[in-house]
């Protein structure tokens, strides 16, 4: 009885544990998020960037369909849009976009 006890202990407790490292991950990812929308609010409002419909609109002209993701990142001083793309055929694109001037500077299938 008592090792059934210890094992239900040892269970409780690395569940807890494995939910209280899920919750900081959450919390740790949504504090990023804030962080990359106020630096591309800051950086949107200094004129350094073009806006994001700008952006979606030539994308979707030169790939028709429906974007699915958004991020923005900064790759070593670059700034770029990370967009996925589903097409009207199905399948789901990956570009990257400086943020600049709008230029697709990478774009590939996702696997």
């Known amino acids: 009885m008592t090792r059934g006890l210890s094992v239900a202990a040892i269970l409780a407790l690395c569940l807890s544990l494995a939910a209280g490292t899920a919750l900081a991950d959450r919390h740790g990812a949504r504090d990023r998020d804030d962080d ?8 949107r409002k200094r004129g350094a ?5 700008t952006i979606l609109g030539g994308v979707l002209k030169s790939y028709p369909g429906e ?3 958004i991020e923005f990142d900064d790759d070593d001083g670059l700034l770029i849009y ?9 399948i789901v694109l990956e570009m990257d976009v400086d943020a600049r001037n709008g230029r697709i500077l990478d774009l590939e299938e996702d696997d």
Do not use: A, M, S
């Not at 960037?49 to 419909?53: G, Q, T, Y």
């Not at 990370?82 to 199905?90: A, M, P």
């Open 36 to 43: 990359d929308h106020e630096r591309v609010w800051e950086t």
């Open 49 to 53: 960037i073009l806006p994001l419909e």
């Open 67 to 69: 974007v699915i993701e």
């Open 82 to 90: 990370e967009i996925k793309v589903l097409t009207r055929r199905g």
